[in-house]
């Protein structure tokens, strides 16, 4: 069975509170200004200016958007020309290979008949 603390015996420090305001009132336009309309006024406010700021960032993100998009296509053109570059740089060594082969085996023998009288 839990233990019972006896509320008497307990010590208790004594506080006093602050007679300092922390902050202060928002100044209405009338004394009979009411406070729920003053609050539904400014959380009205604050709504249309988030709904700005919201389209906003839409309008920059679809703008991001549409760069990213034009880089990608860009980064892609870049790709396919520099692999027909290559592929054009390829069949361009094989045909200078084959024909610098030709004329060596053409002209060999006739430097080694040359040389050779």
Known sequence: MPKQINPENVKREASVPSLEVDTTPAPYPASTY???????????????????S??????????????????????????????????????????????????WNTLAPLVKVSIQR
């Open 34 to 52: 009411d406070f729920i309309m003053q609050a539904i006024w400014e959380i009205n406010r604050n709504i249309g200016s988030i709904q700005t």
């Open 54 to 103: 919201v389209q906003t960032l839409t309008n920059q993100g679809k703008d991001h958007s549409d760069k990213l998009s034009a880089i990608s296509h860009k980064v892609y053109a870049a790709e396919v020309l520099i692999g027909v570059l290559a592929s054009a740089a390829g069949v361009a060594g094989f045909l200078i290979w084959h024909l610098l082969s030709h004329i």
